[in-house]
T-cell receptor
Framework: GQNIDQPTEMTATEGAIVQINCTYQ??????LFWYQQHAGEAPTFLSY????GLEEKGRFSSFLSRSKGYSYLLLKELQMKDSASYLC?????????FGTGTRLLVSP | NAGVMQNPRHLVRRRGQEARLRCSPM?????VYWYRQLPEEGLKFMVY????????ESGMPKERFSAEFPKEGPSILRIQQVVRGDSAAYFC?????????????????FGEGSRLTVL
């Protein structure tokens, strides 16, 4: 079976740092993805981790621990435009399985 | 991701009618995925197709739903005898995935989605 858990909703202040956690239990693992989705729009790719450790890309970083089945997305210097849903997804057997997403609200 | 084209963007159907959703993958992509997203929920995998082949349909409801990706033309997701519970956004994604290799590096590109409303 496959199970991917994320918090449903988070709030943060403009300029702050926020960490969105994701835990997973899946059969087959070829990598973990984070996608951003603004309301009414298509998901867009943010990051990909296949090895343990931290991947940094500008204001966004993603961490993976395969032994713990755990990942987080770190967003720094938050901006109002970062208000969106953040989807954790695990690739197994040539398809992506998504979590329910974390809705992030950034306030002034 | 603007290269994955879905139409219609919005579709309204009455219960019992048929809905057909179309997806043209990015140029050069021969692998298509369909996902369904209910309001306030995540993306649920439905089906993975290559040209003229269904590779994985483990997420498709057993009845009323079908998908195809013909040699020529777009991929089609067909829902027969729609019910109110079918109201959702249906997203198509494409990749250049080669069988046996992982998706890696975010090679899955999404279309803007088709929003089905069943009255």
């Amino acid at each position: 079976g496959q199970n991917i858990d994320q918090p449903t909703e988070m709030t943060a202040t403009e300029g702050a740092i926020v960490q969105i956690n994701c835990t997973y239990q899946t059969s087959g693992f070829n990598g973990l993805f984070w996608y951003q989705q603004h309301a009414g729009e298509a998901p867009t790719f943010l990051s990909y981790n296949v090895l343990d450790g931290l991947e940094e890309k500008g204001r966004f970083s993603s961490f993976l621990s395969r032994s713990k089945g755990y990942s987080y997305l770190l967003l720094k210097e938050l901006q109002m435009k970062d208000s969106a849903s953040y989807l954790c997804a695990v690739e197994g057997f040539q398809k992506l399985v998504f979590g329910t997403g974390t809705r992030l609200l950034v306030s002034p | 991701n603007a290269g994955v084209m879905q139409n219609p963007r919005h579709l309204v159907r009455r219960r019992g009618q048929e809905a057909r959703l179309r997806c043209s993958p990015m140029k050069g992509h021969s692998h298509v995925y369909w996902y369904r997203q209910l309001p306030e929920e995540g993306l649920k995998f439905m089906v993975y197709l290559q040209k003229e082949n269904i590779i994985d349909e483990s997420g498709m409801p057993k009845e009323r739903f079908s998908a195809e990706f013909p040699k020529e033309g777009p991929s089609i997701l067909r829902i027969q005898q729609v019910v109110r519970g079918d109201s959702a956004a249906y997203f198509c994604a494409s990749s250049t995935l080669t069988p046996g290799q992982g998706l890696n590096t975010g090679e899955l590109f999404f279309g803007e989605g088709s929003r089905l409303t069943v009255l």
